[in-house]
């Protein structure tokens, strides 16, 4: 389980596509501290370290994972910078929300608009997720806990704070980028019993 707060951005550095497809990633966190199997989450992505290095950590990526994620649709590449968070630890200060690392669908960016020293993102989510993004309600895109602004059919507004811009790879948005969305699973659980009212 995550938090959805980023507390490094790294950077990959090797692609090789095997049976599955293997990144390493350049990080800042003291790899001594990280075992191997220990699951980090990369741009959301809940994925399990297989390979330590110094500055360094190796995963492998599924088929299925790079076919539902933005690792295919935006295709990472080297050099690409991306959003981490090492996995809760009971004690550990809950800052965001309960993200889980599994990506619910991808979204696209369609509007940017500065506002003051933040900036407004608008977003499309897929039309069968949409129902589950509520004003006020959290969501995580690409690993970052967010508050949604505000909500019209498949299209949801983030507004990101400079701090957020700084922090995160959210600093680098640009218009079509596609994100990888994970609902909240409070309104998971809560569309599923409205199911079974009536």
């Given at each position: 389980?995550?938090?959805?707060i980023?507390t490094?951005?790294g950077?990959?550095t090797e692609?090789?596509?095997?049976?599955?497809?293997?990144a390493r990633?350049?990080t800042?966190?003291d790899?001594?501290?990280?075992?191997?199997?220990?699951?980090i989450?990369c741009?959301?992505?809940?994925?399990?370290?297989?390979?330590?290095g110094?500055?360094?950590?190796?995963?492998d990526i599924?088929?299925e994972?790079?076919?539902?994620?933005?690792?295919?649709?935006?295709g990472?590449?080297?050099?690409?910078?991306i959003?981490?968070?090492?996995?809760?630890?009971?004690?550990?200060e809950?800052?965001?929300?309960?993200?889980?690392?599994h990506v619910?669908?991808?979204?696209?960016?369609?509007?940017i608009?500065?506002?003051g020293d933040?900036?407004?993102?608008?977003?499309?989510?897929?039309?069968?997720?949409?129902?589950?993004?509520?004003?006020?309600?959290?969501?995580?895109?690409n690993?970052t806990?967010l508050?949604?602004?505000?909500?019209?059919?498949?299209e949801?507004?983030?507004?990101?704070?400079?701090?957020?811009?700084v922090?995160?790879?959210?600093?680098d948005?640009?218009?079509?980028?596609?994100?990888?969305l994970e609902?909240?699973?409070l309104a998971?659980y809560?569309?599923?019993l409205?199911?079974?009212?009536?």
């Amino acid at each position: 389980m995550f938090t959805g707060i980023i507390t490094d951005i790294g950077t990959i550095t090797e692609l090789e596509q095997r049976g599955d497809l293997r990144a390493r990633i350049g990080t800042t966190y003291d790899t001594d501290g990280i075992d191997i199997g220990a699951s980090i989450a990369c741009e959301g992505v809940c994925l399990t370290v297989i390979a330590l290095g110094e500055d360094w950590f190796d995963v492998d990526i599924s088929a299925e994972t790079v076919t539902m994620t933005n690792i295919g649709r935006n295709g990472w590449t080297i050099g690409k910078r991306i959003n981490l968070e090492r996995a809760l630890k009971v004690g550990d200060e809950l800052g965001g929300h309960i993200v889980s690392g599994h990506v619910d669908g991808v979204a696209e960016v369609i509007a940017i608009t500065d506002d003051g020293d933040s900036t407004r993102v608008t977003l499309r989510a897929p039309d069968d997720l949409a129902r589950f993004i509520a004003p006020k309600g959290s969501v995580a895109l690409n690993g970052t806990s967010l508050t949604v602004n505000a909500v019209k059919a498949a299209e949801f507004g983030i507004n990101f704070i400079p701090h957020t811009k700084v922090a995160t790879t959210w600093g680098d948005v640009a218009l079509g980028d596609l994100v990888n969305l994970e609902i909240d699973t409070l309104a998971r659980y809560v569309a599923r019993l409205n199911e079974f009212k009536g």
